[in-house]
């Protein structure tokens, strides 16, 4: 027995269809059938019920704190244009977020109204961690560079296009070298 979206709190007794109870509430102990019995039952155990609900949430405020503002940057392929070859999803949030922060964030745990991420830039991400706490965090989609173009201090060479210029000017002065030496005639 515990809180459940929009029924109520713990304690509160709820009008809801037949199947939902029977199908979901009950099997999976969020609820019980408002007998004499079992309102008597809840009384006495109450406060028990409201000591282990109050421990987890508790535990989930914990668990917020540990990604409260975090900023995350994940890098994938994209085109000139801003578009991702593929998407960044819950899987790619959940691994950056986790080993950044030591948390144990779950897959199911993050809200992604929209969908999957397919752009590049800056998003906001808000994270469901039960009992009615949301974290939000700042999720930075980048573009992957590629080794030669990041220099020892992580900023970007600029001068990889004139080094690729003068190297085709090195093989073009090479093959017009090959060129001369094959037109000269040899001396016999």
Known sequence: MEKIGKLGEIGDT???KAGY??????????AIPATKEN??????????????????????????????GASLRIEVNASDEGKLFGSVGT???VQALN???????AKSEILMPH????????HEITLDLGYDIHVAIKV???GLQSAADVSDDGSIIEEIDEAE????????????????????????
């Open 14 to 16: 709820a009008n809801v």
């Open 21 to 30: 109870a029977r199908n979901f509430l009950f099997p999976q102990r969020k």
């Open 39 to 68: 309102l008597s039952e809840f009384d006495q155990r109450k406060a028990e019920l409201m000591a282990a609900h109050d421990s987890k949430v508790g535990t989930a405020q914990d668990r917020a704190k540990k990604v409260e």
């Open 91 to 93: 899987r790619d949030i």
């Open 99 to 105: 080993s950044k922060t030591g948390s144990d964030i």
């Open 115 to 122: 969908g999957v991420i397919r752009e590049l830039g800056d």
């Open 140 to 142: 930075t989609v980048a």
């Open 165 to 188: 210029a003068a190297a085709a000017t090195q093989s073009e002065n090479a093959e017009e070298h090959e060129a001369n030496a094959e037109e000269k005639p040899t001396e016999s």
